[in-house]
């Protein structure tokens, strides 16, 4: 079984197989949704706690929201909110490490 994207007007989009799904957490699910990288998924996960799901709403702005709803991710020592799809245009690893240690110099002063 896969679980996949229907929609009239586009082509069929497959996100993951149902083995997959069973496995891995809500996080890996929505990341590989978005099409992001391992190394994305395994640093989110071991730190989300440093984290909080975050979606924007025109009325209200950006607020709270349950992680399976995510568009955003608030990184609480710093207050920084990345859009998802800013972590997708990161294609290098090392640029990946640079931004994350940059999130994590917020982290000591906390």
Partial sequence: MIWEFH?????????????????????ALLFNIHRLCY???KYFEKNFDKFKPYKYDYKVGFHECELFDMEFILHKPSNIIIDLRNLQSIKDIDEFKRFCNYLETFEGSH
Avoid at 13 to 22: D, G, L, S, V
């Fill in 39 to 41: 190394a994305k998924i």
């Fill in 7 to 27: 929609h009239d007007k586009y082509h069929t989009i497959k996100y993951f197989t149902n083995k997959f799904a069973i496995k891995h957490s809500t996080l």
